[in-house]
Nanobody, 114 residues
Framework: QVQLVESGGGLVQAGGSLKLSCAAS????????MGWYRQAPGKQRELVAN??????DYADSVKGRFTISRDNAKNTVYLQMNSLKPEDTAVYYC?????????WGQGTQVTVSS
């Protein structure tokens, strides 16, 4: 089992920045990839960014603005979000997977005001 705990969400004006953190605990040795998804009201949950080994992937809508990183010593994945837009408003979920299943954090709200 893996537990994920997010932090760092909040309210920010358009053009501002936020940094999300996700700390993993439990059977962390089995984790493959980690990443961030988001879900806006009335919309499906979508992938924002993922990191697995040395590879990172981003949604087209956040490329050049968001950066995902992972500190293996701290078992933590980060999402640095710059140049935020109102359309980035959503609940952001941390995600991890191992050979058997997916794991999700509880979510953290990010609200970008115009």
């Amino acid at each position: 089992q893996v537990q994920l705990v997010e932090s760092g969400g909040g309210l920010v004006q358009a053009g501002g920045s936020l940094k999300l953190s996700c700390a993993a605990s439990g059977s962390i040795f089995s984790i493959n990839g980690m990443g961030w998804y988001r879900q806006a009201p009335g919309k499906q949950r979508e992938l924002v960014a993922n990191i697995n080994g040395g590879r990172t992937d981003y949604a087209d809508s956040v490329k050049g603005r968001f950066t995902i990183s992972r500190d293996n010593a701290k078992n933590t994945v980060y999402l640095q979000m710059n140049s935020l837009k109102p359309e980035d408003t959503a609940v952001y979920y941390c995600h991890a997977d191992d050979p058997y299943r997916d794991y999700w954090g509880q979510g953290t709200q990010v609200t970008v005001s115009s």
